[in-house]
């Protein structure tokens, strides 16, 4: 080697053990802002190791529920890296939230997005290039203006943090085209480390957010999926809106929650009916203007105790830590969505309720929209694919939870969770091949009728030896198997027909959803195949063992006697500071908060200092309120 090839060799090496110390010196940091400026004490799981491997330059997709902790993976890096951190989100209707939320804690943060004027907008652009920025929040449709880009060129980035990042999979339940595009931050920045994160977690989704964002050497980090403080709970379908108060009544009055429809015209009649029995509760759907959408989300975030009756345009990136159910009255088209939409409940890791009505018209309408959608055929494939999946947890007589893991490719801790309604009143199955044989043979009878269509009222009227008008019109009283049947209730029936869609045995065809036989039948008649049924409930599970498993309600439950007056002392004054400041009250303190001051009371700032959650920041602005407030609980007013 020559004298010279030494020299490089050595500053190579020495540059190596500089930047070594500066990585050590960044994760030393890292700690040290997770006190600072979150109050934390500890790093929880993967946050760690994720957030390492940003410093050290590296990128990362990271995969861990809702409520998991992902947020801390980007901010730190952002605030320890030199430069400014670009967040991409979709939600542009809750930046604002996010970026108040950061300020609150002293963090640097700004968005630029369509909701601003250009006097907005500018002074943020100002701030970006004059470095005094930590953080900055951007829809992805942004990146596609090339003034944008450009603005990110002449600033210094220190990471990109593609929030949402299952939105660039096409398998998925909330693709967006404009994440297509974000592959370019790659070729663009290519010194820039980025990171990609979602709590959403099947291996296609996973592969497609890795290949299409373009990182094939980031690191991968898969959390554990499991939300053990959500209880899972399917039911048989009967009067929804009726099911659903009384859902709401006997285990969740006074919470606040969310209710998913399928159509705006069911979101519309849930709100109004849930209003007229006392429950407070508001629509949100894409045909409302945008003025009332935002009201109602801000309502949401702020009141306590407020339903929102939504479509799936609702939800996404609520960061409402205290969502204490999510109930579904029409069935979810993919386990995805429906792990998605459920995460949104319980982020606090209090108690909460993951509950859905579900009946033989879901399954009808949803094969029906699959068939009459205008997709191609791969489409109507995974939709088809998608929509089995989501039957087959409806229709296991296992554990929910273990289902749901298992379908994100994890592990279940144990064979029963005892936190779902399977495990908490597990179901009886039977052998239903005979009565699977007699709906098919008259489905066989009637498909010879090829210019008639019926659908599976018909069915199980001949099945039950009912002489309605229309069986005596057609003659089907004359059929072999008119009144075979009479060994089941008319429920009993709908729920055969329907397990049997769901299994596929049965199918449904046309604009009236008529029953057809599919591939698989003909096993089934030809007696080559055992069906096994989940027996249907009499009655759905008592909320009895849910209850009691429950803790209470309220914010208050569990807390020792003495803390309760001043932990509510302490809501009543978080209440004003929230309202005078325009933010939710969580973006203050949240409740996990203030309950560890009513139970610990300190008395100085010192010691107030040692609660989790409170940093530099939130300290200097509220320790002096919160020592008066415990000085004298019984002086503040009620809010
Ligand atoms: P996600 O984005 O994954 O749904 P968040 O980032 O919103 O989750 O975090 C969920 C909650 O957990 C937040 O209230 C957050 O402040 C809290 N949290 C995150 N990391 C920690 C930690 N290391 N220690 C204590 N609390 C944490
Ligand atoms: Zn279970």
Redesign the pocket.
Known sequence: MSGSGEAVAERTHSEAAAAQREAAGARGEALET?HRV?G?????GE?EAIIRQVLDGGDAVVL?????????CYQIPALVRPGTGVVISPLIALMQDQVDALRALGVRAGFINSTQDLDQRRTVEAELLAGELDLLYLAPERLRVEATVALLGRARISLFAVDEAHCVAQWGHDFRPDYLALSMLGERWPDVPRIA?T?TATRATHQEITQRLGMPHARHFVAGFDRPNIQYRIVPKNDPKKQLLAFLKEEHAGDSGIVYCLSRASVDRTAAFLCDNGIEAVPYHAGLDAGTRAVHQSRFLREEGLVVVATIAFGMGI?K?DVRFVAHLDLPKSVEGYYQETGRAG??GLPSTAWMTYGLQDVVQQRKMIQGSEGDDTFRRRAAAHLDSMLALCETADCRRGRLLQYFGQEAVAPACGNCDTCISPPETWDGTVAAQKVLSTVVRLERERRQKFGTGQIIDILLGRKTAKVIQFDHDQLSVFGVGDDLSEGQWRGVVRQLLAQSLLAVEGEYGTLVLTPASGSVLAREREVRLRKEPEKPVAARAAKSERKAKAAAADLPQEAVPVFEALRAWRGRQAKEQGVPAYVIF?DATLREIATVRPASLSELGGI??LGEKKLATYGEGVLEVLADPGAAEPA
Request: net charge neutral.
């Open positions: 997770l979150f934390y004490d500890a790093f929880r946050q861990m529920p809702t409520g998991g902790g992902k947020s801390l994160l709590a960061d830590p982020r606090d949240h989790a959650g």
